[in-house]
């Protein structure tokens, strides 16, 4: 009887290890599986951040091309409204026809969306560690993304109706090298009939001055733009540094 009962005791035993091996076996697998799973995630993330980057950059040349624009047509604004100012006593009638074919206040700003939307949709987003950094891009990508779009739109119908009048009332020809300039191309001059009626009235005058407060307000969302960009670019470069 009691050999028998420990040869009972000994099968326990044995079962019972052999279950807990089992069991912890199971367990590890679970475990490096998922591991394993979180790695190719993290690898996942860090591809998408460097694309990212690479795509941060690029808007960030794009913000630069856009302001350099801006700030030479307000430039050249100035120009026109000290020209009339002085009663059309400082520039020619085909300086101001060509001041007025320079002046482009309708370039808007198309950020880069698609990586982050990649980061979204996969939930990859949720392992960047670095709280700031989600914080910046779920702005970048919401809140100014929209304002951008509402206020390029704002300024691209005042564009488009205000380089109506100037091409109406002057008449303006010109001819377009879509292969010259950054973004859209150059104009060149070839015929006008300057209305100096037009160019020294009240209307052209109030036209110039609000161009001016359009290109101040894109100045300065954009500079913002561009301080956010250079920020996540610097923050995204870290978090890929982590893993």
């Known amino acids: 009887m009691t050999k028998t009962i420990n040869t009972f005791k000994s099968f326990l035993r044995n079962n019972v290890v052999q279950a807990i091996v089992i069991i912890l076996s199971v367990l590890l697998s679970f475990y490096l599986e998922q591991r394993r799973q979180v790695n ?25 091309i856009i302001l350099e624009g801006l700030d030479k047509s307000d430039k050249n604004l100035i120009k026109l409204l000290d020209d009339i100012n002085n009663n059309h006593t400082l520039l020619t009638d085909r300086e101001v026809a060509e001041v007025l074919l320079q002046i482009q206040i309708g370039t808007s700003f198309f950020p880069q969306d698609g990586i982050f939307n990649q980061l979204i949709s996969n939930g990859t987003f949720n392992l960047i560690e670095n709280e700031e950094l989600k914080s910046l891009l779920l702005n970048m990508y919401t809140h100014k993304k929209k304002r951008n779009y509402a206020t390029s ?35 060149e001059l070839t015929r006008f009939r300057f209305n100096r009626q037009y160019y020294l009235s009240n209307e052209l005058y109030g036209a110039l001055s609000q161009s001016r407060i359009y290109v101040g307000m894109y100045t300065r969302f954009l500079n913002d733009q561009k301080n956010e960009y250079q920020t996540a670019l610097a923050l995204s470069k870290t978090e890929i540094g982590k893993d």
């Open 40 to 64: 190719i995630t993290k690898q996942e993330k860090n591809y998408l951040l460097t694309d990212l980057t690479k795509t941060l950059e690029g808007d960030i040349n794009q913000i630069e």
């Open 153 to 187: 739109t704002e300024i691209d119908n005042f564009n488009l109706l205000w380089r109506r009048q100037i091409m109406g009332n002057f008449r303006i020809q010109f001819n377009y090298n879509s292969y010259d300039g950054e973004i859209y191309g150059q104009q």
